[in-house]
């Protein structure tokens, strides 16, 4: 399994970003995807899940400004970020699992992760 992360960077308060997360190596349209992220000093905290047949999950924190989507076809998830806030500066992180079709997903050391990226909100 892999998941290569791209996207994110430096915004004001208020604005947009767009987070990808490209999948391989599993069955990518069967397994729920999701988004988590660490802020400094905190712990990794679910942002956002989708299932396989696109059912949709947010943290309340974000409900309303975050949409999670997934392209079956192109074995990619995504995250859509408006109206972002300083609170919401993180390193955003993809994941999934393979070994159950539960969703949303949890915060679980034998998750699959992606990389990283790096989400910087100034106000």
């Known amino acids: 399994v892999q998941l290569v992360q791209s996207g994110g960077g430096s915004v004001q308060s208020g604005g947009s970003l767009r987070l990808s997360c490209a999948a391989s190596?599993?069955?990518?349209?069967?397994?729920?995807m999701g988004w988590f992220r660490q802020a400094p000093g905190k712990e990794r905290d679910w942002v956002a899940s989708i299932s396989g047949g696109s059912i949709t999950y947010y943290a309340d924190s974000v409900k309303g400004r975050f949409t999670i989507s997934r392209d079956n076809a192109k074995n990619t998830v995504f995250l859509q970020m408006d109206s972002l806030k300083p609170e919401d500066t993180a390193v955003y992180y993809c994941?999934?699992?393979?070994?159950?079709?539960?969703?949303?997903?949890?915060?679980?050391?034998?998750?699959?992760w992606g990389q990283g990226t790096q989400v910087t909100v100034s106000s």
């Open positions: 190596g599993f069955s990518f349209s069967e397994y729920c």
């Open positions: 994941a999934t699992n393979t070994w159950s079709l539960a969703c949303p997903l949890a915060v679980r050391v034998d998750n699959f």
